[in-house]
């Protein structure tokens, strides 16, 4: 029998028969089409036929992305064109089409720059040239970049491989008997080319490294009539010298900024935009206070003590770091960039306590911080006052202004550090029995601290006299001298800014998430939170949070996400809901990395609303007051913000990871016993090796780049540039399930329906294909049985800032019981940044992608037809659309979402492109509906066991800001 007469083979060359279509059949089909079009009941069930009239759109479809160029959906097969034909049919699939989010209308930013600020003295010669005479390297010395840099470049050590091994035993901690065992091993030395013999000429090598920020201080304090041999260890660096390390780093050089830059979002600058350090009012201030020319340096400090034993003991470190307002935040938030640098170890040591009273002895603590501070930042003075010539990464000589800006600290170190009494604001003079009133009080200032002191002292003959004055004025009574009452152009009650972490995550939320439990009954709320879905970048408690103990920062962020729509459909009263709903408003607003006054006045809002609604804490019982410093902070933060940029310039958040590289290694590298003085030199190589890492670096990419430059100047070589690709899906290099049965299929992805879907689809892009046609599903079978199916896939959905790269993820997996993820889809071109217009949720049952090969009768192959999408895709199942009353907007402000009707056994469904999803959601099944029995409700099953649900607007930063809408 021919070919040709093979069931498999009469199904593949019906769609050859398009191509003899005459105009007769070509005008039938397009009558077909448009009687589709005007019929209300639909091919694939859609809410409404109001909710379709949007999807009638272009004819171009499916542009698929990641693939070299094919025949696509949309494009002709052989013979007459019959695209829209094909469209009227896709159209009716919600999200079948290609879409993106419509951004060519861009704002035209306005950017103002002080040009006279950060006059250039002088050149001084290139780094490369310094780099050579230090290596003792003639000038001319030829270095092509295409060839690895000469033994000399590695100076003090011999070679490459000199070098190499000496990082690896620093940086691995390769024991230091080890390393001596090996090195006496006869010949080993020899074989491998090493100019040391064992650990100490290992050591001294690396010792004689430029140090990048000179040598370490120690130095003893004791106090005033106390015994010789009681004093207090302070180990530090020199500020200037780890200024100088930061401004002089060449692989910072081309991203400092030395100038303030007003920028606004429009053409008649009403709308300012704060996001770095140099875009905040403070700068401005500040530069207006300097002579002609000078250059701002604005020193961020931190310091925050920190546990070295794990299970038992009590051994702390008390670290103090140091970054500059010049660097981008990005930078800063990179450790391997050492943006950010250890300045000093404060005494820890235990006081002897000799019968002191308790106040004394409380008093002897701050005293010795502000002492130990005062030392390491002496400098300043009159750096601060008259500038230092400092050399940039570039070569240039500017003067510089190194200016304490912001101290970071949690609130205890935020009253140690302002000298104010603890429980009340160290911004501003509010009285402890007001901190819960929404109205302004007097700012604190240097000046009137000080002049508290003053007249304390004045007026007082004795230390418990002195307190007393001190506390009756909210100062604190423990301190006579603070460390900054000398530091040039610095307010410290101003230069403390919000700490997102503490005060916000461990404070404002700890407070409300045990308020939260009081009324509803810790085991209540356990039982919703065990019942939510998995989702991306949320944290499933699987045995609720009541039973947590010492609970960290990213675990009550994780709460966070996840608590209002727990609460919802509770007993909770509808005030105490939305002041929950205000507070985490403020939280999310709090910690977008770009502002401009429109979300600064979205902040001020959510305040006010909190305000207005927090008494019905007080009226249900759970709090008799609010009177608590942390959600009183939280009105300072727009102000912070207009001077200081963004929280993310600030936040111990970003500091607290540092803990582990500069204290808690150098502390398991110690003996244990004196341990300070080893920490500091275990932690002095290991800035010399990542530094002069960085600077051979440097200099082999400088010369990489010198070596591409005259190779372009070069008239006989015509460089090569790929094109640059920027992929927004990352999925794996191979399908998770290769070939999978489409039996199993449907019983491990629970779509029983998929072949016949599946078949409707493909019909669908048939040429020539009529509504007819697809209703009966004009073949019978598929011409294969196995998928290539994918479980999981990654993307970077639309951000609404660029400065960061984010990535999603969602799942379609059988494994484990089965996680079929939910997201936003784009299903209309009326799709905004910040809203659920144009979108629609679904749940991702299968991921896959069509065959290219199909096997036509025994191991003939042909290639799949022209028109099929080369690209992988998605079979959804839809959810109603998004629907929000007006209360639900006032009180929660979340959509919700209901499962549709089956149509004829099925639930409405779509095939789409991945790129076509938005982003990854959650869904939180609704407890306030009606015969709905919850005891069934349990994490793996309740998206199918549940009909209502709730949007989570709270389950990322990102969701956030594209789903919450004022």
């Not at 004093?231 to 930061?246: G, K």
């Not at 070569?395 to 104010?420: K, M, N």
């Not at 049985?785 to 400065?803: A, N």
């Not at 492109?913 to 306030?928: A, G």
Request: net charge neutral.
């Amino acid at each position: 029998m021919h070919l040709s007469q093979a069931r498999s083979c009469r199904w593949y060359r019906q769609f050859e028969k398009t191509a003899a279509l005459d105009n007769v059949l070509q005008t039938e089909i397009d009558e077909m089409a448009s009687m589709a079009r005007a019929e209300e009941d639909l091919l694939l069930p859609v809410e409404s036929a109001d909710f379709l009239q949007e999807l009638e759109e272009e004819n171009d479809l499916f542009h698929f992305i990641h693939l070299d160029r094919e025949p696509e959906v949309g494009e002709a097969g052989p013979g007459p064109s019959t695209v829209s034909q094909r469209n009227t049919l896709l159209e009716r699939q919600l999200g079948a089409k290609l879409r993106t989010f419509d951004d060519t209308e861009e704002v035209e930013k306005v950017v103002e720059e002080n040009l006279e600020a950060a006059r250039i003295i002088r050149m001084d010669p290139s780094l490369e040239t310094r780099w050579r005479l230090a290596h003792n390297l003639e000038v001319d010395h030829p270095m092509d970049g295409s060839s690895p840099l000469p033994d000399e470049a590695f100076a003090p050590f011999a070679t490459e491989m000199d070098w190499k091994i000496a990082e690896w035993v620093i940086k691995d901690g390769i024991g230091h008997k080890s390393l001596d065992k090996l090195l006496a091993i006869p010949g080993i030395k020899e074989k491998l080319g090493l100019s040391y013999t064992n650990i100490a000429g290992l050591h001294k090598k690396i010792d004689n490294l430029r140090p990048r920020a000179g040598e370490w201080k120690v130095q003893k304090l004791r106090f005033k009539d106390d015994p010789e041999d009681l004093d207090f260890t302070l180990c530090h660096w020199d500020v200037l010298h780890c200024i100088q390390s930061l401004w002089g780093d060449p692989a910072l050089a081309d991203h400092l900024v030395y100038r303030l830059k007003k920028i606004f979002q429009d053409q008649g600058k009403m709308k300012r935009v704060y996001s770095e350090m140099w875009e905040g009012k403070w700068w401005q201030f500040t530069q207006d206070l300097l002579p002609r020319g000078a250059t701002v340096a604005p020193l961020i400090i931190a310091t925050d003590k920190t546990q070295l034993t794990q299970f038992s003991g009590s051994k702390q470190a008390y670290p103090v770091y140091l970054t500059l307002g010049n660097i981008p935040k990005a930078l800063r938030r990179q450790p391997s960039q050492q943006a950010c640098v250890l300045l000093a170890y404060l005494p820890v040591d235990k006081m002897p306590k000799d019968g002191l009273p308790k106040r004394e002895l409380s008093s002897r603590y701050q005293r010795l911080f502000h002492e130990a501070m005062r030392l390491i930042l002496a400098p300043l003075h009159e750096a601060g006052r008259k500038g230092v010539e400092l050399v940039g990464g570039d070569g240039a000589v500017r003067r510089v202004y190194p200016i304490l800006a912001s101290y970071v600290a949690d609130f205890p170190e935020q009253c140690l550090v302002t000298c104010s009494k603890y429980s009340t604001c160290p911004k501003c003079q509010v009285p402890a029995t007001e901190l819960s009133s929404s109205n302004s009080f007097p700012k604190r200032t240097q000046e009137w601290t000080l002049q508290v002191m003053e007249e304390a002292r004045k007026s007082t003959s004795s230390f418990s006299q002195y307190f007393t004055y001190c506390m009756k004025k909210e100062v604190s009574g423990y301190i006579y001298r603070p460390f900054w009452d000398e530091l040039p152009f610095t307010d410290i009650h101003f230069s403390v800014t919000p700490d997102v972490l503490h005060q916000l995550y461990q404070g404002v939320l700890k407070h409300l998430i045990s308020w939260c439990q009081d009324i509803l009954g810790s085991q209540e709320l356990d039982r919703r939170i065990r019942s939510l879905p998995p989702s991306y970048g949320v944290r499933h408690f699987k045995n609720g949070i009541s039973a947590l103990s010492q609970i960290s920062g990213s675990e009550r962020k994780n709460m966070g996400k996840i608590l209002l729509g727990c609460l919802v459909g509770s007993d909770m009263p509808r005030d105490a809901l939305t002041a929950v709903r205000a507070i985490l408003d403020f939280i999310y607003l709090a910690q977008y990395s770009t502002h401009d006054d429109d979300t600064l006045s979205y902040m001020s809002d959510a305040l006010d609303l909190w305000h207005a609604k927090k008494s019905s804490f007080i009226d249900v019982g759970v709090h008799d007051d609010l009177n608590i410093p942390k959600f009183h902070a939280l009105q300072h933060y727009v102000e912070m913000i207009r001077f200081f940029g963004c929280t993310d310039n600030y936040n111990t958040e970003m500091f607290e990871c540092l803990h582990i590289d500069y204290t808690k290694k150098g502390w398991r590298a110690s003996n244990k016993r004196e341990e300070f003085p080893q920490m500091t030199k275990w932690l002095s190589r290991q800035e010399n090796v990542q530094s002069f890492n960085k600077e051979l670096s440097w200099i082999l990419e400088q010369q990489r780049i010198r070596h591409f430059q005259k190779l372009s100047d070069s008239p006989t070589h015509s460089p090569s540039h790929s094109p640059a690709t920027t992929s927004t899906l990352w999925l794996p290099k191979q399908p998770t399930a290769p070939g999978k049965a489409i039996s199993a299929i449907e019983l491990g992805h629970a779509v029983p329906f998929f072949s016949t879907n599946l078949k409707r689809y493909l019909a669908m892009l048939t040429p020539g294909s009529s509504r007819v046609q697809v209703e009966g599903s004009s073949f019978k079978q598929l011409p294969f049985d196995h998928l290539d199916v994918y479980y999981s896939f990654k993307f970077s959905p639309e951000t609404l800032d660029d400065e960061r790269s984010i990535k999603d993820v969602v799942k379609a997996t059988p494994l484990k019981g089965g996680r079929f993820d939910t997201v936003v889809v784009l299903t209309g071109d009326s799709a905004e940044t910040t809203s659920f217009s144009g979108t629609r949720v679904g749940r991702v049952k299968v991921i896959f992608r069509l065959p290219s090969q199909l096997t036509l009768i025994g191991t003939h192959k042909s290639p799949s037809p022209s028109w099929w999408p080369a690209s992988v895709l998605a079979y959804v199942e839809w959810y109603s659309p998004p629907s929000q009353t007006p209360l639900e907007q006032k009180s929660h402000n979340m959509t919700t979402v209901h499962k549709l009707p089956l149509v004829d056994g099925i639930i409405p469904w779509s095939i789409i492109p991945l790129s076509n999803i938005r982003q990854s959601c959650m869904l939180i099944p609704r407890h306030d509906k009606k015969n709905i029995s919850r005891a069934t409700w349990t994490s793996p099953t309740v998206l199918d066991s549940a009909t209502h649900f709730l949007v989570n607007n709270w389950s990322s930063l990102y969701t956030y800001k594209t789903l919450y809408k004022e």
